[in-house]
């Protein structure tokens, strides 16, 4: 190992021990260690939960996702992790590419979550669902003008269409999905289609794709719906609508946070025990009303406010696509100059 990996080694480690949350303590059988790209509050109250229920504590690290999966990978099998939990398939898939899960398929796993929102061989659970579909102005745009990902590549949307940029893992998958769904020429076009609509540079974040709608510089865009339930939490007022796209087709492009079983765990049996536990009716309510997402046990029922935004037919494209499409994906958008 050369001084330039050494040092950035030494830069990975202090930056994850200042953000950890909980320090982590040594492994033991009634103890499981987590490391999470998902902030405390998304998590805290779910670990307390099954500790008061099990009996078993959880020690959590946060942090960065990226950096967490390079801490995996220079830990090796002397890390302390016995489960990794982050957002986006393609983040999860890059996670088992790594080889830093190992295959969990349970009985109770595959009862509560379908298939296309878990890895085919097991390497890592959806947990928390997340839609990300068309949002629109109520003032300027008549829903029945819209319908699917492709449509808004056509040229009534010219210089009306918002999106976020193309170096945020959410669009990404998105773009990954395009690809399954219609084929790289196809998809081609309509990547090249938004890029010809949009009205303004790509942004950086969804909120800026709804702020930016409600200046009135574009009418529709696409973000992940928690964004929207943020946004609506606080300005109940604002002339923004969610249109479910895709209903007649193919159905709207989902997403996950999930997690996984690290490949060296120390408490494998403990680590798949929270996994079905998170799987579970009570600890998908949690999810739910915590960041306005969408349980992954489809046997749940949302919370009130997200479910007030009706209900929608999902893309059933099995979501390791994310990752498998996603070095595709970002190539075609840089072809077709989607920055």
Known sequence: MNVKTLISSAVIFSVLTVSSVT??????????????????????????????DTGIKVDYLTGKGGALIERLKLEGDNTQADMFMTVDAGNLW?????????????????????????DPN???TGLSVRARTI????????????????????????????????????????????????????????ISGWVDNLAATPNAKDSHVMNAILAGQCDVGLVNTYY??????KNPNAPLKLFWANQDTTGVHVNVSGA?????ASNAAGATKLLEYLSSAKAQA????????????????????VSAW??????????SQAGILQADAVKLMQLKGYR
Not at 25 to 44: F, G, M
Not at 260 to 264: F, P
């Open 23 to 52: 320090a982590v303590q040594a492994a033991s059988d009634d103890s499981v260690t987590v490391y999470s790209s998902r902030k405390e509050h998304l998590i805290k109250p779910l670990f307390e939960a099954f500790t008061k």
């Open 135 to 190: 949002v629109y102005s109520t003032e300027r745009v008549d829903p029945a003008d819209l319908s699917t990902y492709a449509d808004l590549s056509t040229d009534k949307w010219k210089g009306k269409l918002c999106l976020r940029t193309s170096k945020k893992i959410y669009t990404k998958s998105l773009a990954a999905s395009v690809i399954y769904n219609h084929g790289e020429d196809k998809a081609g076009d309509i």
């Open 122 to 124: 097991g390497l890592w």
């Open 310 to 319: 009706g209900s929608f037919k999902q893309d059933k494209m099995n979501l």
């Open 94 to 118: 890059y996670t088992g590419s790594q080889g830093l899960f190992q295959s969990v398929q349970t009985e109770t796993l595959k009862s509560n979550i379908p298939a296309h929102l878990r």
């Open 228 to 233: 929207y339930g943020r946004l609506i939490a």
């Open 260 to 264: 996984g079983v690290t490949k060296h």
């Open 286 to 305: 949690i999810y739910g009303s915590l960041n306005k997402e969408y349980p992954a046990n489809q046997n749940v029922a949302s919370d009130d406010v």
